[in-house]
């Protein structure tokens, strides 16, 4: 069973199966459906909250209508084909800012024709982007777009478990997208590494699911940590 270790969550990214520290006052996710671990944006849980709580918590009075997220992601698309048009052959840090940044607007909108555009353009698909800083594979899996996540592994995105804030499966368990959580798991994503911070002690997505009261999931990945055994 690979656990994380202390360490810095912005370094040593790619390195799994170890025992991972949060330093942090709370996990909570952000208004999208992810993993948060940040204490400074006047979300943090109280202390003794159970993250299941944390979470619903600060969801509440933080939903966002599809029809609102696709104008903004519309509009960010353009931002980024005028960009693309404009900055062509280039690799300027604005450029690059502006397609991240509509590229996750669009994964949250449900967006994959702008999706498929972005990445022929060249985006980055790894990048991590937003609040919390998670790649765009793990806004989708959140927001249930399996075919936004089928896309974007197929076009290389890494199924990053260095911290749950990253982690696609800890995404899909919180939105309850049990097809999502299966594909993940049938393409090799760890369900063995667990984390442990403020509020996770030694939690991995098993006891994360049974948190959330995903019994369906939870049973799921019970079983596929059997058949490893």
Do not use: W
Request: with cysteine.
């Amino acid at each position: 069973m690979s656990e994380q270790n202390e360490m810095n969550p912005y370094e040593n990214q790619g390195e799994e199966n170890q025992n991972k520290e949060i330093g942090v006052s709370a996990i909570t996710p952000c208004c999208n459906g992810c993993i948060r671990v940040d204490p400074e944006i006047g979300c943090a849980v109280e202390e003794g909250t159970s993250t299941a709580s944390g979470f619903a918590s600060h969801a509440e009075g933080e939903e966002t209508t599809a029809e609102g997220r696709s104008s903004h992601a519309e509009g960010a698309g353009s931002i980024a084909i005028g960009t693309a048009s404009h900055a062509e052959g280039t690799t300027s840090t604005e450029a690059r800012g502006q397609s991240s940044h509509a590229e996750g607007e669009a994964t949250r909108a449900g967006k994959l024709d702008m999706i498929k555009f972005l990445v022929e353009s060249g985006i980055d698909i790894n990048i991590n982007e937003g609040v919390p800083k998670s790649a765009p594979i793990a806004h989708a899996a959140s927001e249930g777009e399996i075919s936004i996540v089928e896309y974007l592994f197929d076009n290389g995105a890494i199924l990053d478990a260095s911290d749950p804030n990253r982690n696609p499966l800890f995404s899909a368990i919180y939105g309850g997208h049990l097809d999502i959580v299966k594909y993940l798991v049938q393409n090799g994503i760890d369900i063995t590494v667990k984390y442990t911070g403020d509020t996770m002690r030694d939690m991995g997505a098993y006891e994360f699911a049974i948190e959330r009261g995903q019994t369906e999931i939870a049973e799921y990945l019970k079983q596929k940590m059997d058949e490893k055994e």
